[in-house]
């Protein structure tokens, strides 16, 4: 019971306090509101009476002194009725709190325009683009549009301009790159409404942008550029400059593409313009960074010689290998024996050699602009080449003349006893003194006639076979 009895006066506690908080509160609320109130009629109040225009005080008899205007003129010796909306003033024993005032504060009021003066007229400045290329002209005009002049400070070192009355905008070219705040005043004529102050116009001018190229390129390597302009203008123009004393013509395109045919140091620019000139004029230009161009490394090119030793007349093949990198690659082969090739879109050939040592190599280039530009030249390699060993060729030539040989005494025999087998020979005997003597043999009823000839030596060989009807060999011996 004491536990529980303990807790509810804690809560009865919390309760109390948080309630007297917020009564506290509603309080000093309500205070704050009634003073504002207060303070908001005190000021109303003073600002119509401000605004009033005075009026003299009535002479009718009649009238009593409460409906009479009352002045606040310190000569006079009537008292101003006082409000009866205002606080009471503090008693002598009652100390005014320091933070809260119960005066009312001065209501900011216009100057009083002078009689006979033509009231205020309000003018704005607008322009038709804040954002701009160096070198672009803005057309500033002025709401509703005045009749007499204005001078225009432009904010960028160039000296005021006065609008004509007649037109309605003036145009000014920014040549200076920056901010600049544009001003306009009035030059008021008597009589004609004072436009009083005019807000200015910030006008942005920027440079034409060029891409950051890389820091190194190869010889014949495509680089790229590409500027970047603020205007939206369609007459704009570009003109890029890459160092090496060759540039493009005017163009509609903010990209060029260049490649370097020497290692040497440059730095593109790029130039813009109006094609509302003729001839059109540069109005602003940038450069980008400096490029290193250089040669390509001397292991990118490789070199084959295949095969390193050969006998004599047996083809050499060259051959070569090269990154191209989107570039038109040529090549030239030296031969090492005196001659060479010409420059040639293959990268490899095949070539004949004489006997000896040869030290051949291969030239790299570029073609640009229809000319070719050396990148790089191999290192030579040895070739060589041996003559073929000695083969006599006089037996070839001997078996040659034999076979011949027996060619022609094949077609000499066969013709000779193709002649007597189709024409056989008649025999014939004619007396001569050289017959000895015949004799007959008899023989079994066969009878051999032998003749014992002596033949003259004009007749040669030996043996003669002679052909006779009957008897069919007839045996003839020449003596000596």
Sequence with gaps: MRVHYRTFRIVTLIIALFLSLLWGALSVSLQTRNSNQGKIRVITQTAENANQPERPPSKSPGKPLRDRPVTTDQTSDTQPTPDPRQKKPAKPDQQPSPQKSDSPKPYPQKPDRQPGQPPQVLVSLSADKTLIQLGETVSFRLEPYPRYTFMFD?????????????????????????SHPVNAHAVVPAGVPDPGSIAPIMITVQQVQLSTPPASVEVGVPLSLTATSVSKDPNLR???????????DWQTSNEALHSYSTAHPYQPKVEVGFAGNSPIVSIDSNSARVIDVVLPPPDSLVFHVEPSR?????????????????????????????????????NHLTHNYSVGTHHPAVEVGVLLDGAVYTLATSIPQTLEVIASPSNPLWPWYLVAIGVGLIMIAGVVFGGYKTARWLFPPEPSFVPHMDIVKPTLHPDNGTQLVSFELELNPNLSGGLHDLFTNSPRLIQAERNQ
Excluded: C, M
């Excluded at 030239?332 to 090739?341: N, V």
């Design 238 to 248: 570009y003109r890029f400059s890459f160092g090496d004393e060759k540039q493009t």
């Design 154 to 178: 432009f904010g960028d070192g160039t000296p005021p301009v006065a609008k004509d009355p007649n037109t309605a905008s003036i145009d000014h070219q920014f040549l200076v790159a920056g």
């Design 310 to 346: 050969v006998r004599v007349n047996e083809p050499v093949s060259l051959s070569a290998e090269f990154p191209a990198k989107e570039r038109h690659i040529q090549y030239r082969f030296q031969f090492g024996d005196g001659g060479s090739s010409e420059w040639q879109d293959e």
